[in-house]
Structure formats: C-alpha cells, structure tokens
C-alpha cells in the first residue's frame, strides 16, 4: 500500500465533553463496536478500559486523559478519552494539540453545558475540525432539536443534523439517517438490526427534514448551491462532500444522535467519522521553528521526524512518553534529539496504546500516536527530531494554577521521598507546581481546583505509600492598579570600584481596562537620551518587578507602564543597570499607586429541585456570589452564578446537605475580580 493510501486511512480522533455527559461510556462503546474488546466496560461498575486508574474507578469521573486504537472498515482510530471536569482542563488542552479531529458528546436533556462550552472554545483555538454525538436520547425530558439549538445558540456553528430519532426518551429505538433516508435500530441487547425503509411514522418529516439539511448546506458551500440551484436537491455523494468540507472549515458541525448506554448510534457515529474527520494528510503541513526561521514539515514517512510529546507517565519502572508523530518515521533503537534541550536521546521501545496495555511495534510513521519507553527527559511538550534535521514545535499552553495547599510528610523521615514523589506528580502534569514558601518553609502543592488537589495528594498516597498531612486550600491573588501615578523618577547609580553602573528612568503607571492583560509597555522618549537597547533592558526589569506586588507579594497585572524620559552615562550605563532602575523604579511606582487584590472567580451552575431554589440563592449570596439568571430544565431549577473560588471549598458537601443530596453543580474559573476592602 502506498504512503498516501496508509495515511489516509488513520483518524487522530478526541472525545470531548463536559462531565457525567458519556464520553466514558461512548469509547467503551466504540471499542466494543471495533471488536477490540468483547465486553460492554460500564463506569458505574469500574470495568472501564479507559478509566482504568483506581481513583476513576473509585470516582466515576475521567482524570487522566487516555489514548486508544482500534479499527472500523478498514481505517485505524488513535482516540484519546479526555476528562470533563474543570480540573482537568490543561489535560484536554495537551490533548488537542496532537488532535486531527474530535467528537463532542452533549446530554440530550441538559444540551450544551459549561464545561462542553469550555472544551469546545479549547478546540477552536487549535482549529480541531469537531462531529457532534448528542447522547442519552433514552432519557427522560431528551430532546434532539433542543440539543442542537443550545449548539446553535451557545456554540455559534451552524448546526446540521444527519439523523432523526426514532422514537422519544424510553422508546428511543433508533435514527433515520438522512443522509442515505434509510432507518437504522437496534435490539434491546444493542445489537444491529439491518437497515430498513423510513417509518410510516416519520414518512413526512424526514423528507421535510432532509430538504431543510439540504438547504442549509447549500447556503454555506457553494459547490452544493450550484447542484442545487440546477435540480432543486443535492445527492448524496454532494451532500457527504460539502459537510466534510465545512466539518474541515469549522463551518457547520454535523449531528448525530443515540444512547451510547445501551449501544444505540455507535455504529453510525464511526462512520461519521470516516466521513466527515480529517486524516493526517487532511490537516495542515505542522509548523515549526530553528534558528528563528519557521519551517513546514508534511506528513510524510520518509521526511525527517518530528514528533511532540504530550503525555509522560512516570513510573517506578521507568517512563512513558506518549508521542504525536507529525512527519518521518521513528523506530526501535533509533537515537532521537530532544529540540527543546538540544540532547540525544536513545528510543527503546515503541508502543501500540490501549490504555493501560501495550502492544509492542517495530516503528511509527507520521500520522501514528504511540507510546515509546526510554526517554529520560522528555516532558509534556517536547519536540523530538532527526538530530541532523532539527525543529521546535510550538508545545501546548499551561495554564497557571488557581488553588494551592501546603503538604508535608507525617514523618520527618519521608521528607525526601515525598520531594521525590511531587517531583514525579509535576513532571506527568505540567499543570501542577510544586515550590518552597520562602517565609515559612512548607512544600506548597499548586493545581487548578480542589479535586485536582485532592487526586494528586491521593497518588502520592496510594502509589508511593506516604503519609502526607494536607493545609486548607488557598487561591492564587493577583494584584492590579486601581489608580496610576506619573512622572516617578528613579536614579540608579553604583560606585564600588572599576566601571560604575548609571541609570535614570522616570516612569508613568496606569491601569488598563482588562486586568488580567499582564503588562502593557511602551516609550515614549524621544531625542535619543535612552537608547533602544537600554528600552529593552527597562522593560525587561518591569517585568521582573511584577512577580511580587506591594500588598501582599502577589504578582502584578493588568498595568501600562510608559518610559517618558531618562539619561546614561558615556562610561557608566549598561543593560544590566538600566534592568534594575526598571525593576526598581516600578516597585517605588507600585507603592505610590492605589493597588487592588484580585481574586480568581468561577462561573457556578447549579442544579436543584425547585423547592430547594431559596435557600440555595441565600446560600450562594453568602459565599459573595453573584446570579446571573436561572432557568427550568427538565423539571429541575438551573441557577448560574460567578463565586469566589475561595468559597467554594466544600460547597459540594453544603449543597448536598441542603437539597437532601439531590443538586448537583459544576462550576470554571472565569479570571479574577476584586476582592473586598482591598483598595488603598
């Protein structure tokens, strides 16, 4: 078979959705439906494949995202299993990185969700082409054309839907596919029956519906329009040409349907997405950088290898990298150059994954997604290359971590150990920081919210047997201007024998509008008296003085810092003196402004019966909340509100207490907001 031919026939496939909507029990499906496991894996029963770490099981939720491969007529599926939880968003974001594509699963009562909007403005920004699968259409209160007008309205893509259900919330049976206008059902067991002609049923409506599907495609691809301004309808092989273009545009998003508990719609969901999801050679030439020059590399076996590494699971026998190969080749024993550090590196095995199991392959070409054993110091993000040939790839974001608490170890004797262990915790999970308090000596363990906390404590707990003692959780302030000073004038001069350093700055500060902008500088000397070179050096030191603010040694943003005057010394000025007068000029510029204390905020939506509304709106106006509205769903009261993460700390227990365990929430941080009483 040709190269072009292999590639061709690979989808690198994500599962994307907020928590509890089925993405689990969607790849269980999807494996089952392969033939890759000959058992239906249930996450309510802990026989998950891909949630085959003890504390998912223990959980029901997805922590660790997990990669998989299996095989449907004839095309190999890399699909990686993402969590839904907030927590774990810088998970799904090293994830989408390596993605050619996606599947977003949606509840078909509580349609698009707060995390399912966060996930899917993740895979906008790395321009993941997405299908999507609104599951749970057994369930009482679903509702197929409420779903897909929540995408619409929520979303913003246009949203086509190629099946209509066969029958409503219990007797949900199957779909007619629009598409080929054929139905399509299963047996109470899940198993296929052959397809048959549409329902007596649904005779009217599916023509109606395949003709809105039609007219919908028509007004955004114009290949389509044409056939259909000639004949008045587009054919098939037209219809599945035009949504796999706009599926690749991020134009439209096609829709599908089924109840992935009971095995209803997997089937036509992995057709979906042979059709409509690129494969390697679909996607965009990667691009990198050497030597500040930016080059392509296109899928191609036989050109050099680059690959990035996404995931590292280190291990007491050893690591595992997992890697997205973008272009070349690499096999067994091959020596690889680490581009990010510039070192070699020996590839011992390569690994077909499963989740938790292997399978052991001579080499990987581009387009694979493997695990190689024998990289010692590869982390998440590192571009490995040909050592001849080298390239940096752009390495997925991280983003900075919102909530902290102080651990030590219960004996003064596993002190050691637990470094060791947090050091290996942070190097699977860059998310994660661990760092010394410089005031009061304590470890201080750093994640995006409690639960990711809590599981990484847990780790290290049941996988390297430490007892640790755990602090109460803080959250992560910031500090912003509330009101600039101008014309601050800092004079640095040094005499202490052989050259003397000489700088002279004078400095404006003000706020800008977005506080979480990060610093914003800019000249504005004029006649020469601070030379370019030594602007840079001010900034520089600027930026050095925001990492510790005057109230409380938080770092500093949302600030405009102007250079508008200055003076050197022929013999005296440097960059390094000019660095410190801008490091030490915006501390005295800091102190003189009214400073304010931000506070991560998140966006709360709260579940609950409506007899439980009251007292769970007294109880967010307590914890500082502010409602943004509610809503009816399903029988049940909807309340969104933005929290202070700081009071959040056991909100679960409290709203469970007050709704005699009946309300659910989730909630994602949304950035920061003043804290109370913090001006001066």
């Known amino acids: 078979m040709r190269t072009t031919d292999l590639l061709a026939v690979v989808r690198n496939l994500g599962i994307l959705a907020h928590v509890d909507a089925g993405k689990t029990t969607v790849t269980e499906r999807i494996l089952y439906a392969t033939g890759t496991t000959h058992k239906r894996g249930e996450v309510h029963d802990g026989t998950t494949v891909t949630d085959f770490d003890p504390q998912e099981r223990d959980r029901g939720i997805t922590i660790f995202s997990a990669a998989v491969s299996c095989s449907w007529n004839g095309h190999r599926i890399n699909l990686i299993d993402t969590p839904g939880h907030v927590d774990f968003a810088d998970e799904v974001e090293r994830s989408l990185r390596v993605l050619d594509g996606a599947v977003a699963v949606f509840d078909a009562v509580a349609g698009v969700e707060p995390q399912s909007e966060s996930v899917w403005r993740q895979a906008d920004r790395h321009g993941v082409p997405r299908i999507a699968f609104v599951n749970k259409m057994d369930r009482a209160g679903a509702d197929l054309d409420a779903a897909v007008a929540s995408i619409r309205d929520r979303l913003h893509p246009v949203p086509l839907a190629v099946q209509l259900p066969v029958g409503a919330e219990g007797a949900f049976t199957g779909v007619v596919d629009l598409i080929g206008m054929r139905t399509l059902t299963w047996t109470d067991d899940g198993e296929a029956r052959d397809p048959a002609p549409v329902p007596d049923a649904l005779r009217e409506e599916a023509p109606r519906r395949r003709r809105l599907l039609e007219e919908a495609v028509a007004e955004l691809h114009p290949a389509a329009l044409e056939e259909f301004c000639d004949t008045g309808a587009l054919g098939t092989g037209t219809l599945t040409a035009a949504l796999r273009d706009l599926t690749a545009r991020g134009e439209a998003v096609v829709v599908l349907c089924g109840s992935a508990y009971r095995n209803r719609g997997i089937e036509p969901l992995l057709d979906a997405v042979l059709a409509y999801l690129p494969s390697p050679l679909d996607v965009p030439a990667v691009r990198g950088t050497y030597d500040g020059t930016e080059q392509e590399r296109a899928a191609d076996p036989e050109a050099p290898l680059v690959a990035l590494a996404f995931k590292v699971n280190a291990t007491a026998t050893g690591r595992l990298t997992y890697l997205r190969v973008y272009s070349g080749t690499v096999e067994q024993g091959d020596t690889v150059r680490d581009a990010t550090t510039g070192r070699t590196e020996r590839v011992g095995r390569i690994l077909r994954v499963r989740a938790d199991r292997h399978a052991r392959l001579d080499r990987a070409v581009a387009g694979d997604i493997v695990a190689v054993v024998g990289l010692k110091s590869a982390r998440a993000g590192t571009t490995l290359c040909a050592p001849d040939v080298p390239l940096v790839l752009e390495p997925p974001g991280v983003a900075e971590p919102v909530v902290s608490v102080a651990v030590e170890a219960l004996r003064s004797t596993d002190t050691g150990r637990l470094a060791q262990a947090l050091a290996r915790l942070a190097e699977e999970d860059p998310s994660l920081v661990v760092r010394t308090d410089a005031e009061t000596g304590q470890t201080v363990l750093s994640g995006m919210g409690e639960l990711h906390l809590e599981v990484a404590v847990e780790r290290v707990r049941s996988d390297h047997g430490l007892g640790v003692a755990v602090g109460r959780p803080r959250v992560s302030h910031r500090e912003t201007v509330g009101r600039g000073v101008s014309g601050v004038v800092y004079r640095h001069v040094k005499q202490d024998g052989g050259a003397g350093q000489f700088a002279h700055v004078v400095l404006d500060v003000e706020p800008l509008d977005?506080?979480?902008?990060?610093?914003?500088?800019?000249?504005?000397?004029?006649?020469?008296?601070?030379?370019?070179?030594?602007?840079?050096?001010v900034e520089a030191g600027c930026r050095d003085a925001l990492t510790e603010g005057p109230l409380g040694g938080h770092p500093v943003t949302g600030l405009r810092v102007t250079l508008t005057d200055g003076s050197t010394h022929v013999k005296d000025s440097s960059d390094t003196a000019f660095r410190t007068a801008g490091r030490l000029g915006l501390r005295d510029a800091l102190r003189a402004c009214a400073m304010v204390l931000l506070e991560p905020v998140a966006e709360v939506t709260v579940t609950v019966p409506r007899d439980a509304v009251g007292s769970v709106l007294?109880?967010?106006?307590?914890?500082?909340?502010?409602v943004g509205g509610s809503a009816t769903r399903a029988g049940a009261a909807v309340v969104t509100a933005t929290v202070p993460l700081a009071e959040l700390f056991g909100y679960a227990t409290r709203l469970r207490s007050r709704t005699q365990g009946r309300g659910t929430f989730t909630s994602r941080p949304t950035g920061y907001a003043p804290a109370p009483a913090t001006a001066r």
């Open 618 to 626: 007294g109880d967010l106006a307590a914890r500082r909340g502010r």
């Open 514 to 537: 977005d506080a979480e902008r990060g610093l914003e500088f800019r000249s504005t000397v004029v006649g020469g008296r601070v030379p370019q070179e030594y602007v840079r050096a």
